[in-house]
């Protein structure tokens, strides 16, 4: 089965011919990063305008990179949620058009679960019955959860975070720094070399441990608001942090607090029950520390280690048409009805 996926959920305009549920035959991604880094952050309606103005095109280069003919094409996937409502309703209407065009099924795709997928993308990946029981962290500008997965659309949502992603602390750290957007690469690069222990910056909700989030496990959730607090109350109060070659220092153990809080969580699911694998998805999972702590995380609590490639980190279709190709994938089937849901929730419909 070939089939051509479409992500439009953030700031990356996405098309992808996957063939089977794994074999990747395309993936052209465009990014829109130098659009909105004037303005610190993805602007939602120059995010939208810009995937209006690149769909048609990416969607052709898809088709054309994938060496299949438009009439092989089985099935369109498009990411129907969670994201931006104005961008995913740039993919859901191409993803109808391109479905009546060429009469082939259309399915909307769950872009957390399609990340989740990432893991098994490509020829030499695992398979997930061979992986289960999975603890999932996905880690990125907006996302930021603890998953357990039990098998192909069978899973458990045990962690979130109560306030920012791990990928918007980093932006927000980096500009309070002055580094620019996206701030994950740009803490990476100022990082480097870097003493990680040379400011004590808060972990989250440590000193409260217990309660819940909702229906969740507190002690398994997130928090980021008194990090970036701690991080400009610094800088306030040492005006010449940033100065003589401090910056990497500063730099280091800011990225160091923000990726101990998601290894803190990691463990303790790791502790509380039995897994056979650990996995991180998400554009965060591309840090090369932040890898290099779950090696050691895996490695202690004597699990696999399952990264995403690098090129299927970030948003991107190949995990979109991937999972529409699997079996036992959740979609939903355009009946008509197909709408965007921006609040999608993993494990949903």
Not at 71 to 96: F, M, Q, W
Not at 285 to 312: G, I, M, T, W, Y
């Amino acid at each position: 089965m070939n089939v051509l996926g479409i992500e439009t959920s953030c700031d990356e305009t996405s098309a992808s011919v996957v063939r089977d549920g794994r074999q990747v035959l395309s993936n052209a991604v465009l990014t829109q990063i130098l659009k909105h880094r004037p303005y610190g952050g993805v602007v939602p309606e120059i995010a939208s305008r810009c995937h209006v103005e690149e769909m048609a095109g990416m969607v052709d280069e898809a088709v054309r990179k994938a060496g299949v003919a438009w009439n092989e094409i089985d099935r369109i996937a498009v990411t129907y949620g969670p994201g931006l409502a104005t961008s995913l309703l740039v993919g859901l209407t191409a993803g109808k058009a391109l479905a009546m065009r060429l009469g082939v099924p259309l399915v909307g795709v769950n872009h957390i679960e399609a990340h989740v997928f990432s893991l098994f993308l490509g020829d030499h990946a695992p398979s997930p019955a061979s992986c289960s029981p999975l603890l999932v962290l996905m880690v990125s500008g907006g996302h930021t959860y603890l998953i357990r997965m039990d098998g192909m659309g069978r899973y458990k949502l045990l962690g979130q975070t109560m306030d920012d992603a791990a990928g918007e602390a980093l932006d927000k750290g980096a500009n309070l720094m002055k580094l620019g957007y996206p701030g994950g690469p740009a803490i990476e690069q100022a990082a480097r070399g870097g003493n990680a222990e040379f400011i004590r910056f808060p972990r989250g909700t440590d000193r409260t441990p217990g309660g819940r989030f909702g229906e969740l496990d507190r002690d398994l959730c997130f928090s980021y608001s008194g990090l970036k607090t701690s991080l400009l109350y610094y800088l306030r109060d040492h005006p010449a942090a940033l100065e003589n070659g401090g910056l990497t220092d500063v730099a280091a153990s800011y990225q160091e607090a923000v990726f101990d809080a998601l290894l803190l969580r990691v463990e303790r699911a790791l502790r509380a029950d039995g897994y056979a694998a650990l996995g991180c998805v998400g554009g965060v999972a591309r840090n090369q520390r932040l890898r290099s702590k779950l090696e050691d995380a895996a490695r202690k609590h004597h699990v696999s280690l399952l990264l995403a490639a690098p090129e299927f980190c970030t948003d991107n279709a190949a995990m979109i048409a991937g999972l529409a190709g699997t079996g036992g994938a959740i979609i939903r089937m355009d009946d008509g009805s197909l709408d965007v849901r921006p609040d999608l929730v993993i494990g949903s419909v």
